[in-house]
């Protein structure tokens, strides 16, 4: 899956740079050609001698050692990257990517390219819980940064937390995963992680012309005037999709209900609380639109009574009867004409088994499975990592990354099925018009 790729892996300053040696020669051994830039930290813990050896390429760490008059080093590395990796990424080296800094070759060489960069960041609990790290990385992710989450466990500075820098198996299985997606030499990472950008000429965005509806955040059954049942849905991942149709050219229906964040801005926003108003909004526009994308969390039972007036407590215990709400999804699908319909399987277990029986039961074309169990992934993050089936069964693994990269690749996957779709009705359409014209002579 690597071979013929270029990764430009930058090691950072911390003491897991000592495993960058192992991920250097796995990514070798899985056919990448791989060229090394260091920090002048960074070969504090690991000499060059070492990835030069493991990598068979020569190691930068100096912006001014130019070895090759014909070319700028730091320019033509940045240029010839497939991906450019950093593992480990210290806080400074995340502060530096975040303002546009560029006082080292590696820092340097991450400015000029138009690569993907993905980023494996590696440092003490309290560190990375920073607010000025955590900012700087949000930043990032808004610009295109892939991360690879830090796993938890004992540091090397004594402490025990989320810090450590993900084993380089699993890195390794993260980078032939997005090469797995990509079917060009150089996606940009803006193209999976931020909004599409914009083109001069309509007819480049894959959703000019199209309608795309997006369900988003969550429903609220009400109990009396001030109590009610909801879920910890916080709409972002609905709110991603529509951003991201919204770039790629279509006129987009947002229908939200309860959400913790501000909807984005040039799209039709609906605001609906309960389920059975949430049915009632989507039916209405159903017929007008191309694509549907149902990424809100609704519940699934209301109160049979609602009460007019607030409860008060009246003993030990309170028992509320509860009524099934209608199936959003499910009605979509028995009432589907022309409509691709996307649905989610939020899921805590089986996620393969009940993504599929959800897709099957509901008459969706797509349904993308994710595990809410999950802290860093689901409900009130900003990542997400989910799985794609169709009728066939599993179509895509997105790794995890933010939920504006996730909405970006569920529509180009939609926009993929759209074509498939009406280059098969192609033939029936020509083989109908044919007959018509025998039919006349």
Same mark, same amino acid.
């Not at 030499?185 to 909004?195: D, H, R, S, Y």
């Not at 009400?222 to 879920?231: A, G, M």
């Not at 509860?322 to 699908?333: A, H, K, Q, S």
């Not at 996307?342 to 994710?370: P, S």
């Given at each position: ?85 950093? !593992? ?29 960069i993905m980023v494996a960041p590696a440092m003490n609990v309290h560190m990375y819980a920073h607010p000025a790290v955590q900012h700087n990385m949000e930043l990032l992710r808004q610009r295109g940064v892939l991360f690879i989450e830090p796993g938890e466990g004992p540091l090397a500075c004594g402490y025990t937390g989320k810090g450590r820098l993900?084993? @380089? ?27 599409? @950008? ?51 050219? !279509? ?11 501000? @909807? ?31 990424? !809100? ?5 209301? @109160? ?138």
């Amino acid at each position: 899956m690597l071979n013929g790729k270029t990764i430009v892996l930058g090691i950072t300053g911390g003491i897991a740079a000592y495993k960058a040696a192992t991920l250097c020669s796995k990514l070798s051994q899985a056919g990448a050609n791989v060229h090394v830039i260091m920090t002048k930290s960074a070969t504090q813990f690991i000499s060059e001698l070492t990835l030069q050896t493991l990598s068979r390429n020569l190691v930068y760490t100096d912006t001014f050692d130019e070895r090759d008059p014909e070319v700028v080093s730091h320019i033509h590395i940045a240029d010839s990257a497939d991906l450019v990796l950093i !593992a480990p990424a210290t806080a400074n080296v995340l502060a530096k990517m975040a303002y546009g800094l560029a006082d080292d070759m590696l820092s340097t060489t991450v400015l000029a390219t138009m690569a993907p960069i993905m980023v494996a960041p590696a440092m003490n609990v309290h560190m990375y819980a920073h607010p000025a790290v955590q900012h700087n990385m949000e930043l990032l992710r808004q610009r295109g940064v892939l991360f690879i989450e830090p796993g938890e466990g004992p540091l090397a500075c004594g402490y025990t937390g989320k810090g450590r820098l993900e084993e @380089p198996e699993q890195i390794v299985e993260q980078v032939q995963a997005f090469f797995n997606q990509s079917t060009t030499k150089k996606v940009g990472a803006a193209l999976l992680e931020t909004l599409a @950008p914009v083109h001069d000429s309509a007819a480049e965005l894959p959703l000019a012309g199209r309608t795309v509806l997006v369900t988003a955040g969550g429903t609220l059954e009400r109990i009396d005037p001030v109590r009610y049942i909801t879920n910890d849905s916080s709409g972002k991942m609905g709110f991603a999709v529509a951003e991201a149709a919204r770039n790629m050219g !279509a006129h987009v229906v947002v229908v939200a209900g309860q959400t913790q964040v501000d @909807p984005p801005v040039g799209v039709e926003l609906v605001r609906v609380e309960s389920t059975q108003q949430m049915l009632e909004a989507v039916m209405a526009r159903y017929e007008a639109v191309d694509v549907v994308v149902k990424a !809100a969390a609704v519940a699934d039972y209301r @109160p049979v009574t609602q009460a007019a007036q607030k409860l008060k407590k009246t003993g030990e215990r309170l028992v509320i009867e509860f009524e099934r709400n209608p199936d959003i999804l499910e009605t979509l699908g028995r009432n589907k004409t022309h409509q691709l319909l996307i649905g989610f399987a939020a899921e805590t277990e089986k996620l393969e088994e009940h993504a599929r029986g959800k897709l099957q039961r509901k008459n969706c074309d797509l349904i993308v499975g994710n595990d809410v169990s999950r802290a860093d992934a689901g409900f009130g993050s900003d990542n997400n990592e989910v799985h794609i089936y169709n009728k066939h069964g599993l179509l895509e693994r997105i790794p995890l990354m933010s939920k504006g990269g996730v909405a970006t690749r569920i529509l180009q996957l939609a926009v993929a099925q759209m074509q498939a779709k009406a280059a098969q009705q192609k033939p029936v359409e020509q083989s109908a018009r044919h007959d018509e014209v025998h039919a006349v002579e």
